[in-house]
């Protein structure tokens, strides 16, 4: 029986392969008209060929439901418009079979998805999957310096985080490819936001659903004045060789000195007075919605937040300029009776000058701002994330090893109210650091290989750990005297002994690991 023959046998009189209806093969595929008929009127099931070109989609529909050999399919020619198979063998296997050309754009605006989609839901809603990204993939963050920083991908930087702006999922629904610039002139902070995208997704074809708005949710965090022109962004660069920063130059420091990658940096303390530095500081705020978890603008009206800024002071067309790095802001607290006690409330090195030591060398310009004035107590800080928390303990230890009562002997002996007023009177470290740092350098002086030395330490600072488990029983028995046993069970998740010791050697094997940490940057630094 020949081929021809067999197709008429199998599939009934007047079937013609790939040739269901004119409309689909007459002409080349044009990416429109062969797309946009309605050819399923009798909603018969459908099977939807589709895929890279070349990648043998034709040759499965000939081979499997044509009984062409797998040979024969080495002379298949490319399929350059929608092929239809209508598969009638029997009254109720019925269906269709749409061959698709290989290099269909299925985002293209042309393209009829209801049209060939409609009733395909899982296809809707893997191509909607293809409309949500990533915040913080699409965020391009940049400080710009020259003209071509624009164009050169190593100045950019990621976000940390964005769910402050766009929800806990930290992702953008309805843009393909998208990509969000948020750019700033290094030194006076110029805005420019942008977006681009491949697809946005189109509403008629997905019941209503419209893309976020990008441009809104940003820019309702961003000062006015920001840029949506690329071009007038890049103009404003001219301003910049005429950017001071503000305030009180507290200190210099420098990095690689005296090789030809030598960077210096400066750092500054100011109020909100200064002239120019209110919007200034509106601008450099934003920084914080991608960096500080739960960010909050500050009310800068209130007279006692003091800021603290790092520049970078670099070569440029014979002069210098000047570049932000980061900076803190410090509120002025009052300590009974007659006290203040400074709380370190946001602290940000941006990420292109993380790791260069700027962060140990502002928190040290802070303290170093407040040691001489004698109506300071000590200095907090709200809040402090990990991050900080390392940067703090590795500072204050460092300090505190320069302090008498810190010494090898001393440390020895155990935490005493010597440590405490030292550190307080000469660092204006808080009561509950100096413990920490005591421990921490405790640690650093204790030989781990001498048993009875380091079983010593633990139990020193286990004891420490302990006193929130002696609260515990003490609040335990005195509601043991006011409930019976069976409100003092609903009351209270009492924990034994055994998971006593186990969480306090949880809890001691972190702080250890952080000591760690700590004591190996000591080391790297001397
Ligand atoms: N080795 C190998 N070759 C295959 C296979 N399937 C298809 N081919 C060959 O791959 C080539 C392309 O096959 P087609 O079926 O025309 O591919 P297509 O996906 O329909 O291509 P377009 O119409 O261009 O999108 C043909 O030469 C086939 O013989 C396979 O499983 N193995």
Known sequence: MSYEQEEEDHYGPGYEVGSYTKDYNDGPYDGESDLNVNSNPEGKPRILLMGLR??????????????????????LESTNKIVKDEISNS?????????????????????????????????????????????????????VREPFDVENDETT??????????????????????????YYTAGKLNTYLGITYKAEVDPKQFDGAIA???????????????????????ATLNKEQTFKPF???????????????????????????????????????????????????????????RFYLIFEKYPCDGGHRYAICG???????FAYPNKTRPRISQFLVLPPFQRLGLGAELLNVIYRSFLKDSNILDITVEDPSEEFTRLRDFVDSQNCKKLPSFSKEKLHQGFNAEMVDEAQRDLKINKKQA???????????????????YRAYRLDVKRRLNIPYQKEASDYKKLQKALNPEELRSTLST????????????????????????????????
């Not at 062409?68 to 399919?73: G, I």
């Not at 806990?168 to 998208?178: A, R, W």
């Not at 200034?280 to 739960?294: G, I, K, N, P, S």
Request: glycine share 4%.
């Open 435 to 453: 413990r920490r740092v005591y421990e921490i350098l405790r640690f650093q002086a204790t030989n781990l290989a001498d048993f009875e030395e």
């Open 327 to 333: 900076y803190a802001t410090v509120y002025l607290y």
């Open 54 to 75: 070349r990648s043998g989609k034709s040759s499965i529909q000939k081979v499997v439901f044509h009984k062409m050999s797998p040979n024969e399919t080495l002379f």
């Open 212 to 234: 976020d708005d990008v441009m809104g949710a940003i820019s309702a965090k961003l000062p006015p004045g920001y840029m949506t022109n690329l071009d007038d962004f890049v």
């Open 91 to 143: 009254s109720f296997v019925q269906f269709q079979i749409w061959d698709f050309p290989g290099q269909v754009d299925f985002f293209d605006s042309n393209f009829d998805c209801e049209m060939i989609f409609g009733g395909c839901g899982s296809y809707k809603k893997n191509l909607l999957q293809t409309f949500i990204t990533d915040s913080n993939e699409a965020l391009d963050l940049k400080l």
């Open 157 to 182: 930087f990621k976000p940390e985080m964005s769910h402050q702006i766009f929800g806990e999922n930290e992702s953008i629904f309805g843009y393909q490819n998208l990509k969000i610039s948020l």
């Open 247 to 305: 305030g009180e130059l507290l200190s210099t420091y420098s990095i690689n000195k005296g090789s030809a990658t030598e960077r210096h940096f400066q750092l500054y303390s100011c109020t909100i007075e200064e002239i120019g530095f209110r919007s200034y500081h509106e601008r450099l705020q934003t920084f914080l919605l991608w960096y500080v978890d739960a960010a909050s603008f500050i009310d800068v009206d209130d007279d006692r937040w």
């Open 495 to 526: 924990s034994t002994k055994e998971q006593r010791i186990e969480n306090l050697d949880k809890q001691y094997q972190m702080l250890e690991n952080e000591y760690r940490h700590t004591l190996e940057r000591l080391a790297a630094a001397q």
